[in-house]
Nanobody, 124 residues
Framework: QVQLVESGGGLVQAGDSLRLSCVASGRAFSRYTMAWFRQAPGKDHDLVTAIDWNGANTYYSDSVRGRFTISRDNAKNTVYLQMNNLKPEDTAVYYC?????????????????WGQGTQVTVSS
């Protein structure tokens, strides 16, 4: 059974940085794409970023490109989200997710496995 556990969220001020971590277990981590989604209050889950199995290819949404960086350490079964220059509109619950593809996917349906989420709140 795939399990994903996020950590690293918190309350920060605009312009600050945070690094989220997600530890995966239950299968061969290094074979599969990993992604970060977020859900702001009253809104749907949005794909923030994704990284393929070996880190060679990534995807970023327009709203975070240039400020956020996704990376992975396959030896530690961990994916990271470095978030710089945070803005109040980045406030959301952030979820780690994975599926059965080794290539970057942008459709939510490609990610059937989700963590419990970690809250990120950015004050102005």
């Amino acid at each position: 059974q795939v399990q994903l556990v996020e950590s690293g969220g918190g309350l920060v001020q605009a312009g600050d940085s945070l690094r989220l971590s997600c530890v995966a277990s239950g299968r061969a981590f290094s074979r599969y794409t990993m992604a970060w989604f977020r859900q702001a209050p009253g809104k749907d889950h949005d794909l923030v970023t994704a990284i393929d199995w070996n880190g060679a290819n990534t995807y970023y949404s327009d709203s975070v490109r240039g400020r956020f960086t996704i990376s992975r350490d396959n030896a530690k079964n961990t994916v990271y989200l470095q978030m710089n220059n945070l803005k109040p509109e980045d406030t959301a619950v952030y979820y780690c997710a994975t599926g059965w593809s080794s290539a970057v996917q942008v459709a939510t349906r490609q990610y059937p496995y989700w963590g419990q989420g970690t809250q990120v709140t950015v004050s102005s």
